[in-house]
């Protein structure tokens, strides 16, 4: 048989490539590591009396994640007083991960909110891809810096053509 190589031939490597090029900015765009959730702060506390307006920048409010509607909940983050949002880890690609709140204002404690979910909808690309693409992105840069030296190379016998044509001129 003689010393043929063995793997996909170049058409499918291409495709291959290009799968990996297409699929790339798909888990970059979607795979936002934080999630930023924002709430109104209370206006009563939980047996109906309203909170004194000035006391509204007071609350704080506790954020907390979890696999499911119903938790378990882990705290995530503790915001400052006053404040209505927090910038919080997502969930890993592929997965959904819930987040509930609790306020805090002068020793008593809200239930949880109403739980609100997010879905990392990006794809993960499995170690075996990234390998692949190095290679493809190795033999490119392979295929360019060759070009280019051949480019630099003609440039170069293209200068001394003209020179010596001019030379030649010059003499007759």
Do not use: C, Q
């Not at 109104?40 to 609350?59: C, F, M, Q, S, W």
């Not at 997010?118 to 690309?125: A, D, G, L, Q, R």
């Amino acid at each position: 048989m003689g010393n043929r190589k063995v793997g996909p031939p170049p058409s499918v490597k291409r495709i291959l490539f290009l799968a990996i090029l297409l699929l790339a900015p798909l888990s970059v765009a979607a795979s936002g590591p934080d999630v930023t959730l924002s709430w109104r702060l209370p206006a009563d506390y939980a047996d109906g009396t309203p909170i004194v307006p000035e006391n509204t920048v007071k609350i704080i409010v506790n954020v907390y994640s979890g696999p499911g509607r119903n938790g378990p909940w882990s705290w995530v983050a503790t915001t400052l007083p006053g404040a209505t949002s927090a910038t919080v880890p997502g969930p890993p690609p592929g997965e959904t991960l819930w987040y509930a709140v609790k306020s805090k204002l002068e020793g008593a404690e809200s239930d949880y909110s109403v739980p609100v979910r997010k879905t990392n909808f990006s794809v993960p690309i499995p170690p075996v891809a990234k390998k692949i693409g190095k290679k493809m992105w190795a033999m490119r840069k392979r295929i360019f810096l060759v070009s280019l030296a051949f480019l630099v190379l003609l440039a170069g016998v293209a200068g001394i053509v003209r020179h010596r044509r001019r030379k030649d001129r010059m003499m007759r």
